[in-house]
Nanobody, 128 residues
Framework: QVQLVESGGSSVQVGGSLTLSCSASGVTFSDKSNCMGWFRQLPGKEREGVAAIYTGDNGSIYYSASAKRRFTISKDNAKNTIFLQMNSLKPEDTGIYYC??????????????????WGQGTQVTVGS
C-alpha cells in the first residue's frame, strides 16, 4: 500500500523560500519507472503539475513553466523521500501542495490524471 506524507508547508513572506518534503512508503525508489511529482491547487483553480522526478538512478526531472528557475525537485533514495525547494516565492504560489506517486510524464507534461497515489497536501501561504 502506497502512503505519501507531505510536510514543510508554512506561511512565508514574498521572496522567501520553503522546502517541502514527501516521505513515501510502498514505493520502490530504485525502480527506474517510478515517477513521483509535486502538484499544487491554487485557490479557485484546478490541480496542476509543478515538478516530477523519476527516482531511479539518473532519473529524468521535469518542471512546469511556472516552476522553472525558482523550484527544484530532488530525492533521497535512502530515505524514500522527495523534496521541493521553492525560492523567490510569490503570492500567486499560495495554495495546497500535493505529492504524488505511481505516475508518468507524457511529452513533458506533468498531468494529475497520470498519477495514482496522492498525499494529503500541505498548505503554502505567501504574503507580504
Amino acid at each position: 500500500q502506497v502512503q505519501l506524507v507531505e510536510s514543510g508547508g508554512s506561511s512565508v513572506q514574498v521572496g522567501g523560500s520553503l522546502t517541502l518534503s514527501c516521505s513515501a512508503s510502498g514505493v520502490t525508489f530504485s525502480d527506474k519507472s517510478n515517477c513521483m511529482g509535486w502538484f499544487r491547487q491554487l485557490p479557485g483553480k484546478e490541480r496542476e503539475g509543478v515538478a516530477a522526478i523519476y527516482t531511479g538512478d539518473n532519473g529524468s526531472i521535469y518542471y512546469s513553466a511556472s516552476a522553472k528557475r525558482r523550484f527544484t525537485i530532488s530525492k533521497d533514495n535512502a530515505k524514500n523521500t522527495i523534496f521541493l525547494q521553492m525560492n523567490s516565492l510569490k503570492p500567486e504560489d499560495t495554495g495546497i501542495y500535493y505529492c504524488a506517486a505511481g505516475g508518468s510524464v507524457e511529452v513533458g507534461r506533468i498531468l494529475p490524471a497520470l498519477f495514482h497515489h496522492w498525499g494529503q497536501g500541505t498548505q503554502v501561504t505567501v504574503g507580504s
